[in-house]
Nanobody, 115 residues
Framework: QVRFVESGGGLVEPGGSLKLSCETS????????MKWYRQAPGKEREWVAR????????RYADSVQGRFTISRDNWKSTLYLQMNDLKPEDTAMYYC????????WGQGTQVTVAS
C-alpha cells in the first residue's frame, strides 16, 4: 500500500526555518516524480515544489521560489523540503505525493508561521 508520512512541521516566527521530511513506502520511490503540496485553511490544496526521480529537474511555485529547497534521498525513499525565510502566508498543512497525486494522502505536517 502506498504511504506518505510527513514530519518536521511546527510553530516558527517569521523569517525562521523548518525542514520537512516525507517518508514513503509501497512503491519504488526512485521511479516517481514527487511534489510537496500545502493547504491553508479555507483554501484549495496547491503544489509548492516538484522534483524528478534523479533530482536534476526542480520547479517551485512562484510564492516560494528562492526560499524553499526540495530534495530527495532515493536510498531512503524520503522527500525533503527545506523552508527558509518563512512568512505568515506559508502557514498551512504540508503534504507530499506523486506529481499526479495518489489518492492515499498522508496525514500531513502543520506549519504555522506567527510572531
Amino acid at each position: 500500500q502506498v504511504r506518505f508520512v510527513e514530519s518536521g512541521g511546527g510553530l516558527v516566527e517569521p523569517g525562521g526555518s523548518l525542514k520537512l521530511s516525507c517518508e514513503t513506502s509501497g512503491f519504488d520511490f526512485s521511479d516517481f516524480d514527487m511534489k510537496w503540496y500545502r493547504q491553508a485553511p479555507g483554501k484549495e490544496r496547491e503544489w509548492v515544489a516538484r522534483i524528478i526521480p534523479l533530482g536534476t529537474y526542480i520547479r517551485y511555485a512562484d510564492s516560494v521560489q528562492g526560499r524553499f529547497t526540495i530534495s530527495r534521498d532515493n536510498w531512503k525513499s524520503t522527500l525533503y523540503l527545506q523552508m527558509n525565510d518563512l512568512k505568515p502566508e506559508d502557514t498551512a498543512m504540508y503534504y507530499c505525493n506523486w506529481y499526479t497525486p495518489n489518492n492515499n494522502w498522508g496525514q500531513g505536517t502543520q506549519v504555522t508561521v506567527a510572531s
